[in-house]
């Protein structure tokens, strides 16, 4: 039987502009241009014969053609993935591939994963820095993320969602900023670092006091690095450990985070 020619590129660009009724918001996920989003949608019309959005006063919109298969499209982007993680099973049960922040994976992760590998003999694991890297085209089996939820993955929250004031003995009376350290209101900082990393860094070097997710800086505290100045508040984000369905199901995968989640 032949099978019919599907532009499967273009389904998943209108899978994720179906999920956010933004084409903005889809580029973003799918690190593309909204224009090229907007391209795709419009092939995909014409190769099926059907309007799939409408824009409205209130934004944009699906046509009851555009809802209609949605449903069967996730679900079979799914057994797509499925398909690949059974495939790659019997010959990566004894790898992991994860993606997580340079800072974190120093402070938090490795000493864990040296604990797991202890016990776990001839397991190989891949790091890559950049935690936002695609888990498609990086071949990934995890990834730990500092965000607010899982969103449309499967997901843990590894640490209680805390920040705290720290700084260095004898540090400038100066405050460091990095995107989403919520510092108090009128500070003027002398350095705006570009992530939490950099941040822990310029802290370390005596260069002022920051805000920090707690479980990034509770090795430097119990070493005596950093001087806690405050009681840890609430945040609005934590360290995520996140995975796409197809390989939060697997069985190494599972192994994998239970022992990081155990106690």
């Not at 590894?158 to 003995?169: G, H, K, P, S, Y």
């Amino acid at each position: 039987m032949k099978r019919t020619h599907l532009p499967l590129n273009a389904l998943r660009v209108y899978d994720a502009a179906a999920r956010h009724l933004s084409f903005t918001r889809a580029a973003d996920e799918l690190a593309v241009t909204p224009a090229a989003v907007g391209q795709q949608i419009r092939a995909l019309e014409d190769h099926l014969g059907v309007v799939l959005f409408r824009r409205t006063s209130k934004g944009l919109e699906l046509t009851p053609e555009g809802c209609a298969g949605l449903d069967a499209l996730r679900e079979g982007f799914l057994r797509f993935e499925e398909s690949v993680a059974a495939m790659q099973a019997g010959q990566a049960s004894d790898r992991y591939t994860i993606a997580a922040p340079r800072e974190f994976y120093a402070e938090w992760l490795a000493p864990r994963l040296a604990k797991f590998q202890a016990g776990t003999p001839g397991v190989v694991y891949s790091i890559i820095a950049d935690e936002a890297a695609d888990f498609t085209e990086a071949n990934l089996d995890l990834a730990i993320r500092l965000v607010d939820g899982p969103g449309e993955l499967e997901g843990v929250q590894l640490a209680a969602a805390q920040r705290v004031t720290v700084q260095a003995e004898g540090a400038r009376d100066a405050w460091i900023d990095w995107p989403g350290a919520a510092l108090p209101d009128g500070v003027l900082p002398c350095i705006k670092a570009g992530s939490p990393g950099q941040a822990l860094s310029s802290a370390l070097a005596g260069m002022g006091r920051t805000v920090l997710p707690l479980p990034l800086v509770e090795g430097a505290l119990e070493r005596g690095q950093l001087t806690q100045l405050d009681d840890p508040a609430e945040s609005l984000r934590s360290y995520w450990l996140l995975a796409p369905t197809p390989q939060w199901r697997s069985k190494k995968v599972k192994a994998l985070v239970a022992y990081l989640t155990e106690g």
